[in-house]
């Protein structure tokens, strides 16, 4: 298990801990808009509320009060974490008026802004965010957070306790380089378990967290070579990192949802193509640009936030059913998951079909379907 390194027994309560305030209003940072979006798996929210997680080797509460957001942090109650927390929120940035000029644009994105205020792109640690993405191909949301909390757990620093939960640091990349594959495997991480160990190998000997925190100075294009260098990077998943961790705010990573948003509402001719290659990607991606602009990757995470059953509730006006054609977007975005760089599953031997006779077949019985793999 992770190393114990707690200095805040008697704070990790909300209660007992200072609280200041961030100094952003609901306009510009609403919580579970921004951390149940799907673009980062490290925040819980606990049962009073608040929200938990880790930034650095700093666990931070953070909750709505009024027209604010209340932060504290656990483990130096007397250390001011609002720098920190601004940067990881990038506050520098007006959302209000990105809204505006995207509801402006579209009109379904405005009704989609008017219920979900405050969805901002995070700034996270590169290390973090590339080892989180790389778990998250062919994955839903509870299971990619399950799996990091067994990584934390396993790998990282225990640093508090909070109403009864560990708090631990995310594994360094020295560290998980050194992590043998099949203890990853007898955790549940299956194919991915060869992906972190080589990624992390290879990041470790191109110059470990400083050479992927440089990252954020390159281009776009170096910044996509470089991630798909890395086993188990595609260009959804290199898109993501660099979204949501290496300042590249106009690239869009397209999975099932987004190639559903881009048949349906920006241009129905997509759906004739066969497979996502990347002249296709890059098509969506100048789609997303020329109607959100430069930093159309937020504008892509609002609309994706819509097609989530958790913000259902709010968006119950604004949900709109996709064409007939959408099964076959599915089945397409779902291949271009499996079709990343370098980092395909053992192929298993396909069984012969047996044609049955339609005789055969009971007619009250339904005509089953496989799920893809």
Aim: net charge positive; charged share 25%; proline share 5%.
């Amino acid at each position: 298990a992770g190393r114990t390194s707690c200095c805040c027994k008697k704070f990790c309560s909300p209660a007992m801990s200072s609280w200041a305030k961030l100094g952003a209003s609901a306009a510009e940072l609403r919580l579970a808009a921004t951390l149940r979006n799907g673009q980062s798996f490290n925040w819980k929210q606990m049962p009073d509320g608040h929200f938990l997680g880790v930034v650095g080797r700093h666990v931070v509460g953070l909750r709505e009060e009024h027209d604010d957001v209340g932060v504290c942090c656990y483990t130096d109650p007397a250390f001011d974490v609002r720098p920190t927390l601004r940067d990881l929120f990038q506050l520098d940035v007006p959302l209000q008026p990105l809204y505006d000029a995207w509801s402006a644009a579209d009109s379904r994105i405005k009704s989609v802004a008017e219920r979900l205020p405050g969805m901002r792109v995070l700034r996270q640690d590169p290390t973090e965010c590339v080892f989180s993405f790389i778990c998250s191909s062919n994955n839903n949301i509870s299971r990619i957070t399950q799996m990091l909390d067994k990584l934390r757990a396993k790998y990282g620093d225990k640093l508090c306790s909070v109403q009864g939960m560990d708090a631990y640091s995310f594994p360094s990349v020295e560290t998980l380089a050194q992590v043998q594959e099949q203890n990853l495997r007898d955790m549940g991480f299956g194919y991915r378990a060869k992906f972190i160990v080589e990624s992390a190998r290879r990041v470790q000997a191109l110059g470990g967290e400083q050479y992927l925190m440089g990252l954020r100075k390159a281009s776009k294009e170096e910044v996509e070579s470089a991630l798909l260098g890395l086993h188990g990077v595609g260009r959804k998943v290199a898109a993501c990192i660099a979204l949501f961790s290496l300042d590249q705010p106009g690239v869009i990573p397209v999975d099932t949802h987004v190639w559903q948003i881009a048949c349906r509402d920006l241009d129905s001719s997509l759906r004739s193509a066969k497979s996502l290659t990347p002249s296709v990607l890059d098509r969506v991606g100048k789609l997303f640009f020329d109607k959100y602009g430069e930093k159309c990757g937020w504008a892509h995470c609002l609309l994706f936030a819509a097609e989530l059953p958790i913000f259902a509730p709010q968006l119950a006006k604004t949900q709109t059913k996709s064409a007939s054609p959408a099964a076959k977007e599915v089945d397409i975005a779902a291949e271009a998951e499996d079709q990343l760089q370098d980092d395909k599953k053992p192929a298993s031997k396909a069984k012969p079909k047996r044609k049955k006779s339609q005789k055969t077949q009971p007619k009250s019985q339904p005509v089953r379907t496989r799920k893809r793999a």
